[in-house]
């Protein structure tokens, strides 16, 4: 699923078309459990959500929904999709009614607790940065990592950075700066237009990743920007994804589910307010509208790939 949104944008109408009429907000596009980290605000707080809108674009709301829960029966194997989807419904409905960014530091002490970084995570983080070769980076990715640094005279080196799996391949840079006593350091990736709006045939269509990101209801993370076409962020310790595996075993539980969708509410309705047009539509929808759908979803996705699998 990861790294082939391309392919679930060309698809997904084909094999849900009955979602297609739907009420269309700004949404993630590509979103999946892994697309969930934390940042620090500009309060110092330390905020849990979604962490990459590359993808962002105007489409039927309901394809953020079941993308995730497609993500989430494909990791955990299928066998409870009933569960998985009441709950990410559950959560969206409670952030349609409340929306809200989810402030580890206010509530959701139990989630802060489970994705807080540890001491060994820390040192793992700043020795992977350490293995990065020094190579100067091209002018307009100097112009905007600068822009990005605490001050503007700051001194940087540049270095590739590999990392994520949708955009490989795509030009990405980081500065590493020594600043008052620790390190600082900005990344920045080329922006392209969301493989959806491609899909549609308009591949000229505005990018909308930051609008989506600076949402009514989001607390951002203060140096997340887009300049000149590149996405610039502050990587740190807590300034990151959560990753699937042995150590994330809660990404699989239902209370980390329901605050998924609760997030995902609050960015639908974070540019322009469809509250009521997507309550309308989620009442007529048959009640396990979202499993039928993820279960076609994860069916095709499966199939896609023992196509793909024997000839890689």
Request: with cysteine; net charge positive.
């Amino acid at each position: 699923l990861r790294a082939t949104y391309w392919r679930w944008s060309e698809t997904i109408l084909d094999i849900c078309p009955d979602l297609a009429s739907l009420p269309s907000v700004l949404a993630v596009g590509d979103v999946h459990l892994e697309n969930f980290g934390t940042w620090r605000d500009a309060e110092g707080r330390l905020v849990f959500g979604v962490n990459d809108f590359d993808e962002a674009a105007e489409m039927p709301f309901a394809l953020d929904l079941v993308r995730l829960a497609t993500s989430a029966l494909l990791a955990d194997g299928g066998s409870n999709a009933n569960d998985i989807c009441s709950a990410l419904l559950d959560g969206y409905n409670s952030g349609l009614d409340s929306p809200r960014p989810i402030v580890l530091d206010a509530d959701w002490r139990w989630l802060h607790d489970l994705v807080a970084v540890s001491e060994r995570q820390r040192e793992k983080f700043w020795t992977k940065l350490d293995q990065n070769r020094a190579e100067q980076a091209p002018a307009r990715f100097i112009s905007a990592l600068r822009q990005a640094m605490p001050e503007q005279h700051t001194k940087f080196q540049t270095a590739r950075r590999i990392a994520g799996a949708g955009s490989l391949g795509r030009p990405r840079w980081m500065a590493l700066a020594q600043w008052r006593g620790g390190p600082a350091v900005r990344e920045a990736k080329a922006l392209l237009p969301s493989a959806w709006t491609r899909a549609r045939g308009n591949a000229a269509a505005q990018t909308h990743c930051g609008d989506i990101a600076d949402g009514k209801y989001r607390s951002p993370d203060p140096w997340y920007q887009v300049v000149d076409k590149i996405i610039v962020r502050r990587l740190s310790p807590n300034n990151r994804k959560i990753e699937a595996g042995k150590r994330a075993k809660f990404l699989h539980e239902r209370r980390l589910h329901e605050v998924m969708g609760h997030d995902i509410a609050s960015l639908h309705l974070g540019r322009r307010n469809m509250r009521g047009a997507i309550k309308s539509a989620l009442s007529r929808q048959d009640k396990d509208w979202l499993s039928v759908a993820a279960k076609r979803a994860a069916s095709a996705v499966i199939a896609e790939f023992k196509q793909w699998a024997p000839a890689n």
